[in-house]
């Protein structure tokens, strides 16, 4: 301050107060949503959107200049607002930014680095102050899951007695092993039961299938055999088992044949037996037995009720039982003429319904258990 007056020259005096410059700023980031869940949701899925909210404030009492935040998750951040237009953190002022995540699977498979969380931190810098920074993490869940399913022939035959399919044709097992988890497994070893290795998945990721396939030929009767997939993951294992069946339809048959006098003479009545027998495990139909007496012995007369054609030699046998026998008897004189030789009486099964596993209709195979032979010696 100073004074002046007419008589004496200008004094001043001074006086100082100090001023104190405290800048200042502080930044918050928060976690706004996790997948629609909130703000306290879990991360369980690739895709899943976490939205954050990062603010600025000058708590400080000098305006700051050049400020700006950067995230390396959130790219790009929207924001601020809150600015009054002048781009200056003013003070007392607060600005606000906004922005989002889409979880990789990555992140699921690696469990957020490693401890369970995906973390990541904000900066705020300015042209007055050292930058700043503040975090937020999002707990991660891993829920490792795995399915198979296993058909025969495309069926889905979990129960019994699935499938009927002709004993000897060909079959198709597939095993479809689906990733039902959100972390990517490896190394899937899937295994049959009955047939043993069925091979081994590299990797899988979550929600994807991939399909295995065996395969074989149908036995005869019920047939049942598991499909396993079964994988490692984080020290602990995961499986699941699915069964498929089929029922191998076919008819087992064999003949034997007997006669009650092996050593006739001429113009004795010898007689025949003929058994049918169905070693199933399907009901045997549309069944046809030939048996042509042999030159040297003359028909006459046979207990099958007109089932055995002796013109023909046919014997039809409509239906027989799994596990079932039936017989029939063929009466016959022996020719004048015949003594001192030996006749052979043949009987094979010619046409069957079904397919028989062991032998085949009308091949006249000896070794077949369908045809059975017998002979007798004429005496002189």
């Given at each position: 301050?100073?004074?002046?007056?007419?008589?004496?020259?200008?004094?001043?005096?001074?006086?100082?107060?100090?001023?104190?410059?405290?800048?200042?700023?502080?930044?918050?980031?928060?976690?706004?949503?996790?997948?629609?869940?909130?703000?306290?949701?879990?991360?369980?899925?690739?895709?899943?959107?976490?939205?954050?909210?990062?603010?600025?404030?000058?708590?400080?009492?000098?305006?700051?200049?050049?400020?700006?935040?950067?995230?390396?998750?959130?790219?790009?951040?929207?924001?601020?607002?809150?600015?009054?237009?002048?781009?200056?953190?003013?003070?007392?002022?607060?600005?606000?930014?906004?922005?989002?995540?889409?979880?990789?699977?990555?992140?699921?498979?690696?469990?957020?680095?490693?401890?369970?969380?995906?973390?990541?931190?904000?900066?705020?810098?300015?042209?007055?102050?050292?930058?700043?920074?503040?975090?937020?993490?999002?707990?991660?869940?891993?829920?490792?899951?795995?399915?198979?399913?296993?058909?025969?022939?495309?069926?889905?035959?979990?129960?019994?007695?699935?499938?009927?399919?002709?004993?000897?044709?060909?079959?198709?097992?597939?095993?479809?092993?689906?990733?039902?988890?959100?972390?990517?497994?490896?190394?899937?070893?899937?295994?049959?039961?009955?047939?043993?290795?069925?091979?081994?998945?590299?990797?899988?990721?979550?929600?994807?299938?991939?399909?295995?396939?065996?395969?074989?030929?149908?036995?005869?009767?019920?047939?049942?055999?598991?499909?396993?997939?079964?994988?490692?993951?984080?020290?602990?294992?995961?499986?699941?088992?699915?069964?498929?069946?089929?029922?191998?339809?076919?008819?087992?048959?064999?003949?034997?044949?007997s006669v009650d006098n092996a050593e006739p003479q001429e113009g004795d009545t010898i007689v025949y037996t003929i058994t049918l027998t169905n070693g199933g495990p399907s009901t045997a139909t549309g069944v046809q037995v030939t048996d042509a007496l042999p030159a040297g012995l003359t028909y006459v007369s046979d207990n099958g009720g007109?089932?055995?054609?002796?013109?023909?030699?046919?014997?039809?046998?409509?239906?027989?039982?799994?596990?079932?026998?039936?017989?029939?008897?063929?009466?016959?004189?022996?020719?004048?003429?015949?003594?001192?030789?030996?006749?052979?009486?043949?009987?094979?099964?010619?046409?069957?319904?079904?397919?028989?596993?062991?032998?085949?209709?009308?091949?006249?195979?000896?070794?077949?258990?369908?045809?059975?032979?017998?002979?007798?010696?004429?005496?002189?």
């Open positions: 301050a100073t004074v002046s007056s007419n008589e004496l020259p200008d004094e001043s005096d001074s006086a100082a107060v100090q001023i104190s410059v405290g800048p200042n700023y502080t930044i918050t980031k928060t976690v706004t949503d996790v997948g629609g869940e909130g703000p306290t949701g879990t991360v369980d899925a690739a895709g899943d959107v976490i939205s954050y909210e990062i603010t600025v404030e000058n708590t400080g009492n000098v305006s700051l200049t050049g400020v700006s935040v950067s995230d390396p998750l959130l790219n790009p951040l929207s924001g601020p607002t809150g600015d009054d237009g002048n781009s200056i953190l003013d003070v007392g002022e607060t600005w606000i930014y906004t922005g989002s995540y889409t979880v990789q699977q990555s992140d699921i498979d690696s469990n957020g680095g490693g401890d369970g969380d995906i973390d990541n931190t904000a900066t705020v810098s300015s042209n007055e102050l050292p930058d700043e920074s503040d975090s937020a993490a999002v707990q991660l869940l891993q829920t490792p899951g795995i399915d198979i399913e296993k058909s025969t022939n495309g069926q889905d035959a979990d129960t019994a007695p699935g499938p009927s399919l002709t004993v000897g044709s060909p079959i198709t097992w597939s095993y479809v092993v689906t990733n039902t988890g959100n972390v990517t497994l490896t190394d899937i070893v899937v295994t049959d039961s009955v047939l043993g290795a069925v091979g081994t998945i590299a990797s899988l990721a979550p929600g994807v299938s991939q399909t295995l396939t065996m395969n074989g030929t149908a036995a005869a009767g019920q047939y049942v055999n598991t499909g396993t997939a079964t994988v490692n993951y984080g020290g602990k294992e995961y499986t699941d088992s699915d069964d498929s069946h089929y029922f191998g339809a076919g008819a087992d048959l064999s003949l034997t044949k007109g089932a055995y054609d002796s013109g023909t030699g046919v014997w039809s046998v409509a239906s027989l039982a799994s596990g079932s026998s039936m017989s029939l008897a063929i009466s016959a004189t022996v020719d004048v003429g015949t003594a001192g030789s030996t006749l052979t009486n043949t009987a094979e099964v010619t046409v069957a319904g079904q397919p028989d596993p062991d032998s085949t209709p009308n091949n006249h195979d000896p070794d077949e258990d369908d045809q059975s032979s017998i002979d007798l010696t004429v005496q002189s």
